[in-house]
């Protein structure tokens, strides 16, 4: 079954004239009512057409903005002094709501789950086994990688703008394999040529990936423009 849509219809030449001629010095919805078209529609189509409001408008009242002098609001303003009628008072929740509170340092629900201790061991999403080293922070600052924590306890910390990495042939899961002679410090500069597909694949190869990226990006393009309609709505 098929989801009844409301037509749209398409903008004429006229009506674009009405647009480029009017919109700078009226309201959206003034223009709405001129082209017949809804004022989403029209704001769509302004900013498709580069069209911008003129000084004089934007200086004018229809324009809707506040100006030196105006009152509008003014008596829902907070006034200079105002004291609020709650200032100095502390509120407590009475009853029981202090049974149901959250404890500082509990863990319930998924939580209580996914709680792992400290020392615990984990593979991340990149495949790099990681060691719990502390409950403080989020997520990953809770964990470090094993064989960052292997070089660290010989080295001390690493150095800014490098990263210690395994050597060629040596990365691993397996705890007892990551030890000092299987990993090395190596600047971020040096780690971007490693992995770069120059360095990693033959000139040809490198040569078919940038056209394949090029292609892909080309065929996105057309993808996502073939699901847009003349007013720059999804389809």
Known sequence: ?????????????RELEVMRREYPRRTAADVARLVG??????????????????????????????RPGDTRG??????????????????TAGGRSAETRFKKGSLNGRAAKLYKPLGAYRINADGYLEQKITHEGRGGQRWKAVHR????????????????????????????EITLDAVELVSREELMRRNSYHNR?????????????????????????????PDGRPA
Do not use: C, D
């Open 74 to 91: 003014l008596s829902g303003r907070f006034r200079r002094g105002h004291q609020p009628w709650n200032k100095g008072t502390h509120w």
């Open 201 to 229: 694949y033959p000139k040809e190869i490198g040569l078919v990936i940038q056209l394949r990226g090029a292609l892909m990006r080309q065929i996105n393009k057309r993808v996502r423009q073939q699901h847009e309609e």
């Open 1 to 13: 079954m098929t989801k009844n849509r409301r037509h749209r219809r398409t903008w004429t030449q």
């Open 149 to 176: 924590l292997v070089w660290e306890a010989v080295h001390g910390p690493v150095p800014p703008g490098h990263v210690v990495v395994f050597k060629p042939g040596r990365r691993t899961t397996k705890l007892e």
């Open 37 to 66: 078209h809804s004022v989403a529609s029209v704001y769509n189509y302004a900013r498709l057409l580069g069209l911008r409001k003129s000084p004089e408008f934007l200086a004018s009242p229809a324009s809707g903005r506040l």
